[in-house]
């Protein structure tokens, strides 16, 4: 039987304990997803967020062997 892979893209974002939170957040998923690779860390400004701080984003690929449902089952999990 062939172990099917899915390619997942996540985009990862914080406002506050940005460093830590981001951090945190890459090694629950590099604990998590076979492959995966991040973007470097990018400040962005608010959008329609007058009382936010800057956030800091990155984007994230990777592999998986879990299929559609579970992969949504995990994102609402870890959901802030």
């Keep these: 039987m062939e172990n099917k892979r899915n390619r997942v ?3 990862l974002g914080s406002n506050w304990d940005k460093e830590k939170n981001m951090e ?8 998590h997803f076979v492959f995966i690779q991040f973007s470097q860390p990018v400040y ?8 936010s701080t800057t956030f800091l984003n990155r984007v994230a690929g990777g592999e998986s062997g879990a299929n559609k ?12």
Excluded: F, V
Excluded at 24 to 31: F, G, K, P
Excluded at 44 to 51: F, Q, S, V
Excluded at 69 to 80: A, D, I, K, S
């Design 44 to 51: 962005t400004e608010p959008i329609d967020c007058p009382l």
């Design 69 to 80: 449902g579970c992969l949504e089952r995990y994102r609402m999990l870890h959901r802030p």
């Design 24 to 31: 945190r957040a890459a090694e629950m998923l590099r604990a």
């Design 9 to 11: 893209l996540l985009c």
